[in-house]
T-cell receptor, first 110, second 113 residues
Framework: GQSLEQPSEVTAVEGAIVQINCTYQTSGFYGLSWYQQHDGGAPTFLSYNGLDGLEETGRFSSFLSRSDSYGYLLLQELQMKDSASYFCAVGNTGGFKTIFGAGTRLFVKA | GAGVSQSPSNKVTEKGKDVELRCDPISGHTALYWYRQSLGQGLEFLIY????????KSGLPSDRFSAERTGGSVSTLTIQRTQQEDSAVYLC???????????FGPGTRLLVL
């Protein structure tokens, strides 16, 4: 089967850097994606890692280590609008089925 | 261009009734996914369609749930004999072929009384 673990909540202050970790167990790992979801809104795609290493997109970066079955999302220069839930998701080589983690709720304080 | 749209945005029904939820994916996207999200929870995979391949129905929670996709575009998720535990937000997503980047619709909030 497939499973993902991520912290349920993280709190940080405006302007700081925060890292949200994700560990996974899956067969036929295809890649790790990250999504952001504001309360009452739909998830929006943030970043994807298919290979080991760091992917940078503006203030957001994502890292993957396939050997450790581990990845993280790094948010820099935190803003109040970054307060949201963040989900990691994995796909597998067997098809398009995507499994999402339970989500990490990020609270950004002034 | 237009994003993924879903209808209705909200649906209140009585236990035992059937409901149909509709999803219009982004034009040209070959893959379409359905998820369920309970309040404060993660996304639960239900089913996906990819091109002309047989859909992966492995996430459907019971035989009361079914989905179809007509003409490789619009999809309908049907829940028969609804139960109170079916109350959730049902999210649809589409992707241009790669599953790692999915574009979500606003969801249908289903409440079963």
């Amino acid at each position: 089967g497939q499973s993902l673990e991520q912290p349920s909540e993280v709190t940080a202050v405006e302007g700081a850097i925060v890292q949200i970790n994700c560990t996974y167990q899956t067969s036929g790992f295809y890649g790790l994606s990250w999504y952001q979801q504001h309360d009452g809104g739909a998830p929006t795609f943030l970043s994807y890692n298919g290979l080991d290493g760091l992917e940078e997109t503006g203030r957001f970066s994502s890292f993957l280590s396939r050997s450790d079955s581990y990845g993280y999302l790094l948010l820099q220069e935190l803003q109040m609008k970054d307060s949201a839930s963040y989900f990691c998701a994995v796909g597998n080589t067997g098809g398009f089925k995507t499994i999402f983690g339970a989500g990490t709720r990020l609270f950004v304080k002034a | 261009g237009a994003g993924v749209s879903q209808s209705p945005s909200n649906k209140v029904t009585e236990k035992g009734k059937d409901v149909e939820l509709r999803c219009d994916p982004i034009s040209g996207h070959t893959a379409l996914y359905w998820y369920r999200q309970s309040l404060g929870q993660g996304l639960e995979f239900l089913i996906y369609f990819q091109g002309n391949s047989a859909p992966d129905k492995s996430g459907l929670p019971s035989d009361r749930f079914s989905a179809e996709r007509t003409g490789g575009s619009v999809s309908t998720l049907t829940i028969q004999r609804t139960q109170q535990e079916d109350s959730a937000v049902y999210l649809c997503a589409s992707s241009p072929g790669q599953p790692e980047t999915q574009y979500f619709g606003p969801g249908t909030r289903l409440l079963v009384l």
